[in-house]
Structures are given as structure tokens and as C-alpha cells.
């Protein structure tokens, strides 16, 4: 696991970012409206150290999570995608009015 403490601190940066935009952005969405998360790892070892920051961010909301090793772009360690829930008639509504698809 050679870049556990990369991807931890990776882990984190783009979780407040996330955090941050959501706050900044949209009125009605948070970390509890992930339902689903695809990670794609240079080494799959490294799994592990996205297990830990998964369940540090999440805490007790555990949305379900794939990891898979692949051969990303070079330098990259480690990338993810997320699927996001949001209520049946309430989009995802920016505040500069704008919908978010």
C-alpha cells in the first residue's frame, strides 16, 4: 500500500470539496444524498486505505461502493464517481436558480 497516506489525504481534500460545493451551491444536497460510489484505483491494494476514509467520511451513512484497479491517466492514483439521489420532485436546485442534472 505505497500510497495509503496520498490517498488519504486525497480522500479528504475531495471530500470538503464536495462538502463545500454542496454548501455553496445547492440548497437541498449533502453527503446523505449519495446513494452510490464507483472507485477507480491505479492499485488495487490500496483499497484498504479507501475502506478507512469511506467509512471516516460516511460515519454511520454507508452508500454502496465498488472498487476496481485500473490504468489511469499517469500520476493519477486514484478516481471517483458518485451517483446521487435526489427526492422525487425536488431537483437539485442551485442558488444561482440553475438545475442540477
Known sequence: MGHTRYLGESSRRSARSFDSWTRSSCRN????????GRVSLADVDDVEAVNVEWRRYFEGHAPNRRCYGVALQLGMQVEAAFVIEVESGSMAVPRDGATVV
Open 29 to 36: 444536497l449533502s453527503r446523505l444524498n449519495i446513494c452510490s
